[in-house]
Every structure is written in structure tokens, then in C-alpha cells.
């Protein structure tokens, strides 16, 4: 069965860096488009980024748009969230899935704490 997996989560201090992952199992993704998602506690989960299946074009949500960059890699079969410049505000658990989003894929996320 697909199977979505987000890591590379951690506690930074703002202003440090991380690069999250994201694997598909099961099945390739590379006819799907892909988005990263948070959601902090007490908050809606929100799409942060999200990248096409040609890998090029690509959304940002605004606030993140210039800290983050999404890519790809189909040889790989992942999905990667690059965040430079990481602020307090994205402390939230973060999580991959298909964009649209189908919710069997969630997962469990991977937890961004940053402090201040």
C-alpha cells in the first residue's frame, strides 16, 4: 500500500536551517504533485509548499516564500523541504502528502520546533 513518510525534523534556534524529506513507498509519486503541510497545536494545517510532477512549478505559502524551497527527486523517489532562516512561528509538525491531499497519506509528520 502507498505509504507517505516526512523526516528530518528537529529543534533548531532561530535563524538555523533544516531539510526535511519526504519518501513514498509502495508507489512512485512522480504523477503527482506534492505538498508540504504544518500544523501547530491549536491550528489548522495549512499548506506550506507544494511542488508539480515536472518538479518545476511550484507554490509557496506567504511567510515561507524566500526561507523555503521545495524539490524533488524521482530517481529517489522523494520529496525535500529545504528552511533557511527558520523563525519561531514555524514550530508545527510538518507532513507530505499529495496535493490535493488524500488523508490515508498523512502520516504521522515530523515535529519543527525553533526557538527563539
Known amino acids: 500500500e502507498v505509504q507517505l513518510q516526512a523526516s528530518g525534523g528537529g529543534l533548531v534556534q532561530a535563524g538555523g536551517s533544516l531539510r526535511l524529506s519526504c519518501t513514498a513507498s509502495g508507489s512512485t509519486f512522480d504523477d503527482y504533485a506534492i505538498g508540504w503541510y504544518r500544523q501547530a497545536p491549536g491550528q489548522e494545517r495549512e499548506l506550506v509548499a507544494s511542488?508539480?510532477?515536472?518538479?518545476?512549478?511550484?507554490y509557496y505559502a506567504v511567510g515561507v516564500k524566500y526561507r523555503f524551497t521545495i524539490s524533488r527527486d524521482s530517481a529517489k523517489n522523494s520529496v525535500f523541504l529545504q528552511m533557511n532562516s527558520l523563525k519561531p512561528e514555524d514550530t508545527a509538525v510538518y507532513y507530505c502528502n499529495v496535493q490535493p491531499p488524500l488523508a490515508p497519506y498523512w502520516g504521522q509528520g515530523t515535529q519543527v520546533t525553533v526557538s527563539s
Open positions: 511542488i508539480w510532477k515536472d518538479g518545476k512549478n511550484t
